[in-house]
């Protein structure tokens, strides 16, 4: 897979200021603010950034946390886990392998099957719904 690379320039006229925000500074969007926080349609969510696939809508569930979870990624490969200790406390920063952009975190208390959850913000994901 070929990472896509563009200048600052260009992501700040390609992506809303929000966007912007959250995808390439490693900002974070209000809890239970974001599109994609209680959606309960079935699809393929992608990257706002890039379009690469990272979730399945049956991989999510609601979590509480005030963002959109999934238990699993499509396929794990698509994603880059980083240590981030930027507030104080120990995170994994989850990374979009297609274009670098900041996704959310991981955390080890997710449900069966795998007790993982992905905390991603809605601004980073694009929903293709299923027809």
């Given at each position: 897979?070929?990472?896509?690379?563009?200048?600052?320039?260009?992501?700040?006229?390609?992506?809303?200021?929000?966007?912007?925000?959250?995808?390439?500074?490693?900002?974070?969007?209000?809890?239970f603010?974001?599109?994609?926080?209680?959606?309960?349609?079935a699809?393929?969510?992608?990257?706002?950034?890039?379009?690469?696939?990272?979730?399945?809508?049956?991989?999510?569930?609601?979590?509480?946390?005030?963002?959109?979870s999934?238990?699993?990624?499509?396929?794990?490969?698509?994603?880059?886990?980083?240590r981030?200790?930027?507030?104080?406390?120990?995170?994994v920063?989850?990374?979009?392998?297609?274009?670098?952009?900041?996704?959310?975190?991981?955390?080890?208390?997710?449900?069966?099957?795998?007790?993982?959850?992905?905390?991603?913000?809605?601004?980073?994901?694009?929903?293709?719904k299923?027809?």
């Amino acid at each position: 897979m070929d990472k896509i690379e563009k200048s600052d320039a260009e992501w700040r006229a390609e992506l809303t200021d929000e966007q912007y925000r959250v995808m390439r500074q490693a900002g974070t969007e209000a809890p239970f603010s974001g599109e994609y926080c209680s959606t309960k349609d079935a699809g393929t969510y992608s990257c706002a950034c890039c379009g690469l696939d990272l979730f399945r809508s049956d991989g999510k569930f609601e979590s509480g946390c005030g963002w959109p979870s999934f238990f699993e990624p499509l396929d794990g490969a698509h994603l880059i886990e980083r240590r981030d200790s930027s507030v104080g406390m120990e995170r994994v920063e989850i990374l979009c392998r297609g274009c670098d952009a900041h996704l959310g975190h991981v955390f080890p208390d997710g449900p069966p099957p795998t007790g993982i959850r992905y905390c991603i913000n809605s601004v980073c994901l694009k929903l293709e719904k299923d027809e």
